[in-house]
Structure formats: structure tokens, C-alpha cells
């Protein structure tokens, strides 16, 4: 019978699950790009944590909360992966999005209530087919949020979410939280929880005037 190898403590700390508060390198993070370089510098892996939740917390609509997002997508339609829009609360217009880069024939949008949104982007993303969902739920709860996370891993797509920004305060199990807000006719964006970045006291990232 064959002795099983007991794993030895360097190999156990150098996993990638284990965090180390006094480590000088950065954990591995599968990350796509945000297409913003400002971002992308705050952020482990630079960018979008690859299957994983990420939430995009806004004060109200008409903030750019959309075009923090967009690089990615058209980036992953071009790659000829499908992106999916669950529930999103006005009519997407195609112009804009080809003139984002977006390759319409890889976008798909599905049109659910409250009630069934959740279902719906949880099995888009356990398909394993998806480069990105991309859900707006603003009443989702903490276990509906774990499944999405959760999803996003079995699946390996980046999942996105939109929320009131009034839901900053409350715990998420998502890798990722940003929140967009206006300031003084400007546009920022405040890194709130990264998984894998030790300290969230960055100052706001400015996106737009």
C-alpha cells in the first residue's frame, strides 16, 4: 500500500486561497481587463475577477455605471464569447453598443421579474458558455448573491451586478465591490472590497468629468 505524501508547510502557504498579511507578492487572481487603466492598477489580476461575483453599487442612473462595464463586454464579444443582460431596466440600444465595440451577434438579453432574474443569470452562469452575465437586481438577498457567486465559479464566467448604492453597508459574499457616484459634475469610482487587496483606503478613481 502507498505511503500518501503529506503536503509540507511551504506548499500549503504558497496555495492560492491563503492569504498573508505581510506577503510581498499579491495572490493570484484571474482577472479581464476593465479597459480602464486607472482601475485596472487598484485592482489584483487588473482587472474583473474571473468566475466571480463582482457588484457595481450607484447612487442613481445616468452615472456611467454602464460604460464602467462596456470595455469588457465588447472586449469578450470580440473574442466571440456570449454576454448576457438579465433584467436590465431600460431597452438596450443597439447603436450605442456597436459604437462601444460591442459585437451585437454575441449580446443576448433576457427580460425577467424580480422573481425569477436571479434564477435566470444563476443558470446562464452555471452553462459554462457565457464570457460574462450581467444582471440588475436591486433587491437581491445574501443567499441569492452566494449562489451567483458560486455559479460564476462552476461556470468559470465573470458575473456582474448592478445595486443601489443604499446596499453599500450590507455584508456580500461578491469578490468584488465598486461603487460609482457624482461629485462636483464629476464621475468616481470607489474600490469598497476587492478579494486579494489588502487595504480598500485607495482614493476615488475619477472616470469621467
Known sequence: MNAIATPTLAQVLDHPGIWRRSADRQPRVRA??????????KLPGGGWP????????FEHDGLGELDLVMPALAALTQEHRRVIFVAPPYLP????????????????????????AAWSMEQC????????????????????????????????ACAMIFRPAAHAAQNSPAALRLKVSNS????????????GLLTTTAPLLRMRA
Open 32 to 41: 479581464l481587463s476593465t479597459g480602464w487603466t486607472s482601475l485596472d492598477a
Open 50 to 57: 474571473q468566475g466571480a461575483l463582482s457588484e457595481i453599487l
Open 184 to 195: 462636483d459634475e464629476a464621475t468616481y469610482v470607489d474600490v469598497l472590497k476587492s478579494r
Open 93 to 116: 440600444y443597439a447603436p450605442a453598443l456597436a459604437a462601444a465595440g460591442v459585437d451585437l451577434r454575441f449580446l443576448h438579453e433576457i427580460q425577467a421579474g424580480s422573481t425569477e
Open 125 to 156: 452562469l452555471r452553462s459554462g458558455c457565457c464570457g460574462a452575465v450581467v444582471g440588475w437586481l436591486p433587491d437581491i438577498d445574501y443567499r441569492s448573491l452566494r449562489r451567483l457567486q458560486l455559479a460564476a465559479e462552476s461556470g468559470d
